[in-house]
């Protein structure tokens, strides 16, 4: 295909996105499963190019920027109080997979090797990352349990790919030593946190020089590609390393960027991440016709697979729900000084902890990645597809049906005693006022900014008296902000008239229209955070 023809064909896959995403929100379905059928109905119209996705060009495009954008985000805090659980998850439940889907493979497939089938083990082992994600997103979760599938989703790439990493040298050679491949473990896991906590410091410090917003914007891009990159140059694994980074500049963002920067950057990330993600199950739909070919040209039977690969798909979901459901009431039940600060859930919580544990691209990437002279490596390559397919329509459909029906309430790690947002807000507005006093202040004892001092006197009461009502202030605050909002839209009616007039200059406009949007921006968040607590 030409360079003019591969264009051609990324702008086609844009616009199946918004058709797609736009039945997705008509049908009330999840844009995830959609994106993925009409990535199947693409590939079986006649006349469309091949699309078999290169392994380490999709690992590289995707996985990063997604990974950063996640890491970014997280909170650190929820994170590290998390910790015990998510490695359960990224480290145990990854593993204990592995060896359940081997197991039952070489059971159903007996003709496969001991390491292909470890391997399959491998590439199914975690959920994916942007999976997770989407179907997460718009959910009503406990945050406490969005922390440990988003923190889970973050780390647990890295196991699955050292142990794919192990079982495909285990098939090459014909030798596996548990010893050295634990010390490989640590040294990729390790080396990967180390090396992305080292880059994303260094990033950070580089990035807070600059002043320009696409430069800072730009860097931010660099940093989650540089972070894997190095990872990978280094030897260890670039997926921790960029998570590391990406959490080290999440941390520092506040101190290092200006507001401007941090707005222009969201809404940067926010449309990329949104594109990545929609092409990604586009991607696992297209390459449909690839794995047909390869099944073609190897003579390999999908009526034959199919029992195998419904074994193998099960095992995948009832392992997870055999690790979850063990790790998470038998600690608790051992030690009641775990139970004491974090008791027992309720049983929906691993119900859907463990629904939640889609597959996605980066295990088809992994499996694309396997040399061609490993044995069985068409067959992991559609039993890969087959059951990423199955977990994608089937778990992604049915998690928010089951959301809504389970009960999860009384989810939720003790901790130390925090300050309320209206508490926050006194703090806040009440060092502004101080600061705003002693700039103001002159050596005389007047006042250079009275009007300033007032103003900001004016809005540290308010918080105090928002504070002090517990609530019953909240229907004026609504009314506060309608009104502002009422307000702009008049004032915005009013200079575009005067633009198209030809009375002020484009430059003029843009400039006011920026400050109304701020403004605007801060009114619809709070309407919108009022009518989802009503």
Not at 59 to 65: A, C, I, K, N, T
Not at 116 to 135: E, H, M, R, Y
Not at 357 to 368: E, H, K, N
Request: a neutral charge; hydrophobic letters at 55%; charged letters at 15%.
């Amino acid at each position: 295909m030409s360079p003019s023809g591969q264009f051609e064909l990324v702008l086609g896959l844009m616009a199946a996105v918004v058709v797609l995403e736009l039945a997705a929100h008509r049908l009330r379905l999840p844009p995830s499963a959609v994106l993925v059928v009409g990535g199947i109905a693409l590939a079986l119209v006649p006349g469309l190019p091949d699309i078999t996705p290169d392994p380490d060009l999709t690992l590289l495009l995707f996985l990063p920027p997604l990974l950063f954008a996640s890491a970014y985000f997280t909170v650190w805090s929820d994170f590290r109080a998390n910790l015990r659980i998510i490695l359960q998850l990224a480290v145990g439940a990854v593993a204990f997979t592995t060896l359940a889907v081997g197991l039952v493979a070489h059971l159903v497939m007996p003709s496969l090797p001991w390491a292909a089938c470890f391997a399959l083990g491998a590439i199914l082992s975690p959920p994916d990352a942007v999976a997770a994600k989407a179907v997460l997103k718009g959910l009503p979760l406990p945050s406490r349990l969005v922390t440990l599938l988003e923190g889970e989703s973050l780390v647990n790439d890295a196991t699955g790919i050292v142990l794919f990493r192990l079982a495909v040298t285990a098939g090459l050679t014909g030798s596996f030593e548990a010893g050295p491949a634990v010390a490989e473990f640590l040294r990729l896991s390790i080396g990967g946190v180390v090396a992305g906590v080292l880059f994303g410091q260094g990033a950070a410090m580089l990035l807070g020089r600059l002043r320009d917003v696409s430069l800072s914007i730009v860097g931010t891009f660099l940093a989650a590609w540089g972070s894997y990159m190095a990872g990978e140059a280094l030897g260890v694994s670039g997926v921790l390393a960029t998570v590391g980074a990406g959490i080290v500049m999440g941390w520092r963002q506040h101190a290092l960027f200006s507001a401007l920067v941090r707005t222009h950057a969201h809404a940067v990330w926010n449309l990329v991440v949104f594109l990545l993600e929609s092409l990604v199950f586009i991607i696992i739909g297209l390459s449909l016709r690839g794995v047909l070919a390869r099944m073609a040209e190897g003579g390999v039977s999908l009526t034959s697979l199919l029992p195998g690969i419904a074994a193998i798909a099960a095992t995948m979901i009832l392992a997870r729900f055999a690790w979850i459901f063990p790790s998470t009431y038998i600690p608790r039940f051992l030690l009641p000084s775990l139970r004491r600060r974090d008791p027992y859930p309720s049983v929906a919580v691993p119900v859907i902890m463990s629904w939640a544990g889609m597959r996605g691209v980066v295990s088809l990437a992994v499996a694309l990645s396997i040399p061609e002279a490993f044995p069985g490596r068409d067959v992991i390559l559609v039993t890969t597809w087959a059951v990423i397919l199955v977990s994608i329509l089937v778990q992604g459909t049915t998690l928010a049906p089951l959301v809504r029906a389970m009960r999860l309430g009384g989810f939720a790690l003790e901790r130390r005693p925090t300050l309320s947002e209206p508490e926050a807000r006194v703090r806040m507005a009440q060092a502004a006022l101080e600061a705003m006093r002693k700039r103001s202040r002159t050596p005389d004892g007047g006042e250079r900014h009275p009007r300033l001092v007032e103003q900001y006197g004016r809005r540290a009461e308010m918080a105090v008296r928002f504070k002090d009502s517990n609530g019953s202030l909240a229907d004026d605050r609504r009314e506060h902000f309608a009104a502002v909002l009422a307000a702009n839209r008049a004032a915005r009616a009013e200079i575009l008239k005067l633009h198209r007039s030809g009375r002020i200059h484009d430059s003029v406009l843009h400039q006011l229209e920026a400050e109304l949007d701020l403004e605007d921006l801060t009114a619809e968040r709070v309407l919108s955070e009022t009518e989802d607590g009503a």
